[in-house]
């Protein structure tokens, strides 16, 4: 496999890429991502119907697409998707694995999008949050719903009606995961919810929290009794204020990023908030290690693929669009690459790829499984820079 193709699972990857399938050893299941850095820089807002360049698709058969690593079947191969896709539609592709982490990439293209310059790119693909954050700034094209019938037709109702963009006119999720607590049923008993991880005796000084704020802070404002798709000032201080204390408690080892694996299965850590994918792959090598969906909910992640504004190969992004929302299509990507797919009837194109896929939850998890999902509420930049500064404040202690 080449070396673009692999899973993204580098310091600066936000999760691993769901290995094999079949059944999945888990006790219950649950987004995560690395520490992003504070926005020093604010954004400068557009309108993306003024801020536009004249779509050339008719006679440019191409596009230009910025992803993740290990996010598409091998492209190299003549019967991928991409190659697919491009004996198809006659478009050429050029596809490019330059996302690294949402502030990485936003420090790229936030000068020309701010100021209504070009990026070079046809399509970016961005998590949730980033995404809210450059459809509120004005910054990525309104898509022709026309041109995406099966994006409004196929896409799995747990996606749909995003507060930031509740009518897909901006966003249409690539794929999806989950993030929750492991633990090592080695050492220590079932750990059901987020309160039990920062409160339990036997757990104290052997648990991680994640680094990046949206997530943990997410569980927190549960522990509190908040939404955190709709929560107030004073809740979020609450939330902070439980943090602090499991802190003073000596609860946490530590906030982690990448390595809590390592420390789960050496046992310095029993318990820890973890992400979908890098457990699944972790049971491969050590069935102790289970996933658990916590009594507080499932955080709920997509990273949403978006046209920007000054795209010359808008139409030509579109039936990118249109064509992985085929189910047969979405069913021979997920079969390679793991995550949650977005898009419904795939489950039984499935059955005719790889049956020991189909019932795997973190692939195709059911109404049941998503009913308790939850995810942030979109921030503005004021509040953007308040809780990043707070969570530091209290984080870095």
Request: net charge negative.
């Given at each position: 496999m080449p070396p673009d193709e692999l899973a993204r699972r580098s310091t600066l990857s936000r999760r691993g890429v769901l290995k094999g399938g079949g059944a999945v050893a888990f006790a219950g299941v649950s987004l995560a991502a690395l520490k992003l850095p504070f926005f020093s820089v604010d954004g400068a807002a557009q309108d993306p119907m003024k801020?536009?360049?004249?779509?050339?698709?008719?006679?440019?058969?191409?596009?230009?697409?910025?992803?993740?690593?290990?996010?598409?079947?091998p492209r190299k191969q003549p019967t991928s998707t991409m190659a697919e896709f491009q004996a198809q539609t006659g478009i050429t592709v050029d596809y490019n694995v330059d996302v690294n982490d949402n502030a990485e990439f936003y420090a790229k293209v936030k000068n020309q999008l701010g100021s209504c310059d070009p990026i070079d790119r046809d399509m970016i693909v961005l998590t949730d949050w980033m995404a809210a954050r450059m459809i509120g700034l004005g910054w990525i094209q309104p898509m022709d719903k026309a041109a995406v019938p099966n994006l409004h037709a196929n896409i799995i109702d747990s996606l749909r009606d995003k507060q930031w963009d509740p009518d897909l006119t901006f966003h249409a999720?690539?794929?999806?995961?989950?993030?929750?607590?492991?633990?090592?049923?080695?050492?220590?008993?079932?750990?059901?919810?987020?309160?039990e991880l920062i409160s339990r005796s036997d757990l104290t000084g052997k648990i991680t929290l994640l680094t990046e704020m949206r997530d943990t802070m997410g569980f927190m404002l549960k522990v509190v009794?908040?939404?955190?798709?709709?929560?107030?000032?004073?809740?979020?201080?609450?939330?902070?204020?439980?943090?602090?204390?499991?802190?003073?408690?000596?609860?946490?080892?530590?906030?982690?990023?990448?390595?809590?694996?390592?420390?789960?299965?050496?046992?310095?850590?029993?318990?820890?908030?973890a992400w979908s994918g890098d457990v699944i792959q972790a049971q491969f090598e050590n069935p102790d290690i289970k996933f658990v969906v916590p009594e507080e909910g499932l955080s709920l992640w997509s990273d949403n693929m978006m046209i920007p504004n000054q795209a010359t190969h808008q139409a030509n992004a579109q039936q990118?669009?249109?064509?992985?929302?085929?189910?047969?299509?979405?069913a021979k990507l997920a079969a390679w690459v793991n995550y949650i797919c977005p898009v419904a009837g795939a489950r039984e194109e499935m059955e005719k790829l790889d049956p020991s896929l189909v019932d795997?939850?973190?692939?195709?998890?059911?109404?049941?499984?998503?009913?308790?999902?939850?995810?942030?509420?979109?921030?503005?930049?004021?509040?953007?820079?308040?809780?990043?500064?707070?969570?530091?404040?209290?984080?870095?202690?």
């Open positions: 801020c536009r360049a004249a779509d050339v698709s008719a006679r440019e058969r191409s596009m230009v697409i910025s992803n993740w690593t290990g996010y598409i079947d999720p690539w794929q999806s995961g989950l993030t929750g607590i492991a633990y090592n049923a080695a050492e220590v008993g079932e750990v059901g919810s987020f309160e009794g908040a939404d955190p798709r709709d929560f107030t000032e004073d809740e979020w201080q609450n939330a902070l204020d439980r943090l602090r204390k499991a802190i003073a408690d000596g609860q946490l080892r530590s906030f982690a990023g990448n390595n809590y694996l390592q420390e789960l299965s050496g046992g310095n850590v029993l318990a820890c908030e990118w669009i249109d064509y992985y929302y085929d189910p047969v299509v979405a795997n939850p973190l692939i195709f998890p059911d109404d049941e499984f998503l009913a308790d999902t939850f995810d942030f509420m979109p921030l503005d930049d004021r509040q953007n820079a308040q809780y990043e500064k707070e969570w530091a404040d209290v984080t870095a202690g």
